[in-house]
Nanobody
Framework: QLQLAESGGGLVQPGGSPTLSCAASGGLDYYAIAWFRQAPGKEREGLACISSSSSDSRTYYVDSVKGRFTISRDNAKNTVYLQMNSLTPEDPAVYYC???????????????????WGQGTQVTASS
């Protein structure tokens, strides 16, 4: 069974470029991994997905982060990353990673597409 744990959040200056990590146990190379975020009072929002390395590791992004966020995976380290660039006031949130077998589906940005979730890591804007 896949277990996920996010890290890398914290205080970030506007315009900063933090990298979040999603450490996995239980066979990461078989799973597609996505990143979501949830700001206070808002629904959980899907951001990006990377298919399993046992398939093609293809990446998908929602329009709001395309060109600014990058999802990648390092199976040797059992970790998926989310590189965030040019942080805006809309980016602070709790960031979650989620997993499902093999492929990012056409509904990769929907929470119900995923069976496994981490506990989240908080990204907060520093003043």
């Amino acid at each position: 069974q896949l277990q996920l744990a996010e890290s890398g959040g914290g205080l970030v200056q506007p315009g900063g470029s933090p990298t979040l990590s999603c450490a996995a146990s239980g066979g990461l190379d078989y799973y597609a991994i996505a990143w979501f975020r949830q700001a206070p009072g808002k629904e959980r929002e899907g951001l990006a997905c990377i298919s399993s390395s046992s398939s093609d590791s293809r990446t998908y992004y929602v329009d709001s982060v395309k060109g600014r966020f990058t999802i990648s995976r390092d199976n040797a380290k059992n970790t998926v990353y989310l590189q965030m660039n040019s942080l805006t006031p809309e980016d602070p949130a709790v960031y979650y990673c989620a997993g499902t077998p093999v492929f990012c589906t056409s509904k990769y940005n929907e929470t119900w597409s995923y069976d496994y979730w981490g506990q989240g890591t908080q990204v907060t804007a520093s003043s």
